[in-house]
């Protein structure tokens, strides 16, 4: 028997951060995923029945990944361990594997493997787990920051739930706050601490949906804080108030959770060109200044921009792809912060101005023929003439220039077969490029 177990457990206790000393340790005391962890949903059922099968939780930072994981090892009849990815092994997974190889030969109990950071196991690594997971030995969770699509083997994915978490709202951050600060044992209560609600509210919003940020804020706010004589004495009770001010400075410049080669990454570019392809010019500039505060390279935000331009602008307004190349060479020439105004400029412009698809499609249906179809010869007639001997070989013969005509169009045939690529739409100036076309189709067929 230890005699001073006790003692080094309140001994690491006291040092432990207030996010860490707060997690629930029961599914009702949870705060936030009700999509996948509310009555009747999926993981709850799953836990209720103790059926738990592998799953990967997925999710930004302070959501709840290692939390549940944990209240997962509290209600499963199951054995649990636990083990970060980057500080273990092959050999530490083999071990572990074998235990729990040994426990369900010998007393028919299954093991919960939570492998925190599982995104940082190399292919090799995580094939180790590939068998016993398969088998049904070993049940496997693993939490990640990164998509596992894309850092999890994809038999691992496979054969495992995918739970995505999703970021805090602005109230279960506060839900989680006012606990800490009521909670006299684990959290802040013992302070007597008060908090206006101007403060909550900035720290809720501050914190991005992550509670351990919003947990370490309020921790700084009320340690921070030296004690008033009044409140060192032992006849009265300590008191420490966070207003405002005091929040702003204990959590300081919001920090964006973006990764500049992952999801975050992705989202956004994807966000910034629907919504300049669907006419949004608030949530344009919104995701614009998001990427750029978070530290994306304006050069990739620029080449974006210029292919919306060209793809879902087109020859709607021709001058969306002059504005747009004129902010990449301005991005280029003058740097952040400076740029941040062209590119919102050209932006703004090409969700603002009319919209066609139309020169996209007609190259990439253009492209397909050439790729997989016939190849269609030159004609005759628009082949160079320009060199010795091409007129014996009849180059050129019967080619109009069109020049010489009345309004600078002629019958004649380009292509060689019947085929339209382009479809101008009726928006912007495709339309007066619709109504050339249709005049040119007009004197073909007259002919």
Known sequence: MDLFAKQREDALRRVQPLAVRMRPATLEAFVGQEHFLGPGKLLRRLLDADRLASAIFYGPPGTGKTTLAEIIAGRTAAAFESANAAAIGVKEVREVLARARERLETGEQRTVLFLDEIHRFNRAQQDVLLGDVEDGIIILIGATTENPFFTVNSALVSRSQIFQFEPLSEAHVRTLMRRALADAECGLGGYGPTITDEALDFLAKASDGDARRALS???????????????????????????????????????????????????????????MRGSDPDATVYWLARMLEAGEDPRFIARRIVICAAEDVGNADPMALVLANAAVQVTVFVGLPECQLPLAQAAIYIACAPKSNASAMAIWSAAKDARE??????????????????????????????????GGIVSQDYLGVDKTYYHPTDRGHEKTMAEFLEAFKTLREGV
């Open 217 to 275: 804020a309020i921790e700084v706010a009320i340690l921070s804080q030296p004690e008033t004589e009044a409140a060192s004495s032992k006849a009265a009770s300590p008191s420490r108030s966070i207003t405002l001010a005091i929040a702003q400075d204990s959590i300081q410049r919001k920090a964006i959770v973006y990764d500049g080669t992952g999801d975050e990454h992705y989202d956004a570019a994807s966000a910034l060109i629907k919504s």
């Open 373 to 406: 179809g016939r190849t269609i010869p030159v004609p005759r007639h628009l082949r160079d003439s320009h060199y010795t001997g091409s007129k014996r070989l009849g180059h050129g013969e019967g080619y109009k220039y069109a020049h010489d005509a009345p």
